[in-house]
Nanobody
């Protein structure tokens, strides 16, 4: 059974850091593009960052560029999101998702992990 399990969320003060992890039980994990999304209360889910299997190509939302870093360890079937200089507006439930290269729809989603940034 395919699973994406996020961890690492929590409560942090503004300016602090958190590292999210997403452990994937997907056959052929290295062939998937892994993305992070977030959804704040009352808002639509938005793209945060993505990484292709080789790790050489990454993409970020403008709101997190320079503060967040996405990485992956294909040997561990895990993708990470290092979040620095956190702001209250980063408060949201963060989800990881997997999609095949060249396909825009995601095959798999995690259950989400809550990140709360206090001012």
């Amino acid at each position: 059974q395919v699973q994406l399990v996020e961890s690492g969320g929590g409560l942090v003060q503004a300016g602090g850091s958190l590292r999210l992890s997403c452990a994937a039980s997907i056959r052929g994990f290295s062939r998937y593009v892994m993305d992070w999304f977030r959804q704040a209360p009352g808002k639509e889910r938005e793209f945060v960052a993505g990484i292709v299997w080789s790790g050489g190509i990454t993409g970020y939302a403008d709101s997190v560029k320079g503060r967040f870093t996405i990485s992956r360890d294909n040997a561990k079937n895990t993708v990470y999101l290092q979040m620095n200089s956190l702001k209250p507006e980063d408060t949201a439930v963060y989800y990881c998702a997997a999609r095949r290269v060249g396909i825009s729809l995601h095959d798999y989603w995690g259950q989400g992990t809550q990140v709360t940034v206090s001012s």
